[in-house]
Nanobody
Framework: QVQLVESGGGLVQPGGSLRLSCAAS????????IGWFRQAPGKERQGVSC?????????FYTNSVKGRFTISRDNVKNMVYLQMNSLKPEDTAVYYC?????????????????WGQGTQVIVST
């Protein structure tokens, strides 16, 4: 049974950093596409960053986070991380971890089969 559990959200001042974690079970983070999405109040869900399976070796970042966010995975711990630096108020959202066997379905279409419950990130003074 595929499960994803996010953690690491919280309140941070503009310019600060957070690291989100996604604990995966029921599959290997090396074998599926896995990514981070976010949804701000009143806005549609947005793809933030995505990794393909390790064999395919693709990485995606939405333009607004390039140079500030870094996605990574640890196949020993079966975890995926999102390091977020230089945070801005517009990064405020609920952040979700998601996975799917298909890179295209998850990272292009944003319609993966498996989703975590989300973790809240608030960037504010």
């Amino acid at each position: 049974q595929v499960q994803l559990v996010e953690s690491g959200g919280g309140l941070v001042q503009p310019g600060g950093s957070l690291r989100l974690s996604c604990a995966a079970s029921g599959f290997s983070v090396d074998d599926f596409a896995i990514g981070w999405f976010r949804q701000a109040p009143g806005k549609e869900r947005q793809g933030v960053s995505c990794l393909s399976s390790r064999n395919d070796g693709n990485t995606f970042y939405t333009n607004s986070v390039k140079g500030r966010f870094t996605i990574s995975r640890d196949n020993v711990k079966n975890m995926v991380y999102l390091q977020m630096n230089s945070l801005k108020p517009e990064d405020t959202a609920v952040y979700y971890c998601a996975t799917d066997p298909s890179w295209k379905r998850l990272c292009h279409d944003g319609s993966g089969d498996f989703w975590g419950q989300g973790t809240q990130v608030i960037v504010s003074t």
